[in-house]
């Protein structure tokens, strides 16, 4: 029995070929349709919900449900976090062009290294999400996201709040609480399920 209990624990930061090329296929096409729909989107959605197209917490919401739903582990969870905030960014601008708005130059706009600064930690985080057996390490992989949008929330609330709705500030902090209370339930759930083997035996 204790032989299986190395492999269990390294399980979480292994991948093989299949799950590289999952992960990459539903980050990529996912970042490129979100992307792509944030130009238009700037335009028809209601005033109460429009700052989610020009917000840094929209797509930071994205990025880390898109890692998260790939299943990546942290490794490349933060590589793919990068991708998914790049891919966002130049679907974007190409849409936005193609609309006859000229956004910038390819890689070149003025949230590309912010981006990947921040899809490395949204990304790891993520990944430490759905795979860290740890609880610790899964309350300090969606800490960032939460403080991205308690921080974007407040400065929407105060700075700008005279020019945006409060509706979707509001439901900035809500979303935050409710990713950090989705991660301890599910911290929970996990450690109730490996306690119970040990019970058994």
Known sequence: MSSNVPTRQAAWRTETLFTVVRACLVVLVGASV????????????PDW???????VGGWSMFTFLLV???????????????????????????????RGNFYAEPFQNSFTLPGIAAGLVLGA????????MP???RAAGVAPLCLVLALEAIYGLTVI??????VYWILEILA????????????????IARARPQRDS
Do not use: C, D
């Open 34 to 45: 979100i992307g792509g729909l944030t130009s238009p989107a700037q335009g028809f959605l």
């Open 49 to 55: 919900l429009r700052s989610l197209a020009n917000s």
């Open 68 to 98: 998260w739903l790939s299943r990546a582990r942290p490794l490349l969870g933060a590589i793919l976090g990068v991708v998914a905030f790049e891919a966002m960014l130049e679907a974007y601008a190409l849409v936005s062009l193609w």
């Open 125 to 132: 985080g993520a990944a430490l999400v759905r795979h860290a």
């Open 135 to 137: 609880g610790w390490l």
């Open 161 to 166: 709040a005279s020019t945006t709705s409060p």
């Open 176 to 191: 935050g609480l409710g990713f950090l209370l989705a991660t301890l339930w599910r911290s929970k759930q996990l450690g």
